[in-house]
């Protein structure tokens, strides 16, 4: 069982970037995505990111060219480059993982084997 820990979130002003890490418990070999989402208070969870072991990567209309998706194989962490930050990227970010391999990476949350609990990200001034 792989177990994830998303940290580096925090309070950021507008305009501000933070890098969120996803670092798993044991060897992420058996890996083949990982995927970021978020949960903004009274919403639904909603995907951001994925990248695949190969490379192609995915992102949500609301922050492509703001975000970056990547995996690190030898740390066994994945990590979300924020930048541009708007108040509307609060939320909770979670990360997953995947055994499926796709291409593009899969985004559908029911695909996903394993969750972490999630780090909260607040942008405001």
């Known amino acids: 069982q792989v177990q994830l820990v998303e940290s580096g979130g925090g309070l950021v002003q507008p305009g501000g970037s933070l890098r969120l890490s996803c670092t798993a418990s044991?060897?992420?070999?058996?890996?083949?995505?990982m995927g970021w989402y978020r949960q903004a208070p009274g919403k639904e969870r909603e995907i951001v990111a994925a990248?695949?072991?190969?490379?192609?990567?995915a992102y949500s209309d609301d922050v492509k060219d703001r975000f970056t998706a990547s995996i690190d194989y030898v740390k066994n962490t994945a990590y979300l480059q924020m930048n541009s930050l708007k108040p509307d990227d609060t939320a909770v970010y979670l990360c997953?993982?995947?055994?499926?391999?796709?291409?593009?990476?899969?985004?559908?949350?029911?695909?996903?084997?394993?969750w972490g609990q999630g780090t909260s990200v607040t942008v405001a001034s």
């Open positions: 990248v695949g072991r190969n490379g192609h990567k």
């Open positions: 997953a993982a995947a055994r499926t391999l796709s291409v593009p990476p899969i985004t559908t949350a029911g695909d996903y084997n394993y």
């Open positions: 044991e060897s992420i070999l058996s890996i083949n995505a």
